[in-house]
């Protein structure tokens, strides 16, 4: 168990609907971030927050946005969903912003986003 | 921009034996990190180990080992004495300055008994 845990594990919904991927940090930890995992694309990073800013933008479509609330937290929207946009989505946190240091991230289970 | 190259998609290897996975990387950074993850059917990404760009020795963790060649930016990884629990999906990762992590397509190891 790496800390990070992620709501729902599993979401089934339709094309053209929206949904949010919610995501708890290790305690502590100030810095999240969202991959998505998909059978195209493979792993990639989509968009980083550090203690409530936003800090790096990935391969994030337009029609995504996150936020990190003042607990830490962070919510991933998707909205006007398509069939490609099924795929597993993760959210990892670590302590610092990232720097030079070793700056472990911790992966929490992931949600299975499946657009029917 | 970073780039991550996995050139195995699929790879077996007898339980015992020992098997490499290779990675080569792109970049113009001279300080990042390098790593590889374990994706088994589970999907949990768990950290098998990691490399820092400015050592030279190269990482160690229990059967894992790396063969990390900075000036040809290549990083493999040796699993040595092969169990059945270490078949899974294999990912390299590189994190630079911006700290996210560039993964590759990745390397599905396969464990005969």
């Not at chain 2, 195995?8 to 098997?19: D, H």
């Not at chain 2, 996975?21 to 059917?41: A, N, R, V």
Request: charged share 20%; glycine share 6%.
């Amino acid at each position: 168990d790496s800390g990070v845990t992620q709501t729902p594990k599993h979401l089934i919904t339709a094309t053209g609907q929206r949904v949010t991927l919610r995501c708890s940090p290790r305690s502590g930890d100030l810095s999240v971030y969202w991959y998505q995992q998909s059978l195209d694309q493979g792993l990639q990073f989509l968009i980083q927050y550090y203690n409530g800013e936003e800090r790096a933008k990935g391969n994030i479509l337009e029609r995504f946005s996150a936020q990190q609330f003042p607990d830490l937290h962070s919510e991933l929207n998707l909205s006007s969903l398509e069939l490609g946009d099924s795929a597993l989505y993760f959210c990892a946190s670590s302590a610092l912003l990232s720097g030079n240091s070793y700056n472990e991230q911790f992966f929490g289970p992931g949600t299975r986003l499946t657009v029917l | 921009a970073q780039t991550v190259t996995q050139s195995q998609p699929e790879m077996s290897v007898q339980e015992a034996e020992t098997v490499t996975l290779s990675c080569t990387y792109d970049t113009s950074e001279s300080d990042y990190y390098l790593f590889w993850y374990k994706q088994p059917p589970s999907r949990q990404m768990i950290l098998v180990i990691r490399q820092e760009a400015y050592k030279q020795q190269n990482a160690t963790e229990n059967r894992f080992s790396v063969n990390f060649q900075k000036a040809a930016k290549s990083f493999s990884l040796k699993i040595s004495d092969s169990q059945l629990g270490d078949a899974a999906m294999y990912f390299c990762a590189y994190r630079g300055s911006q700290g996210n992590l560039i993964f590759g397509k990745g390397t599905k190891l396969s464990v005969k008994p």
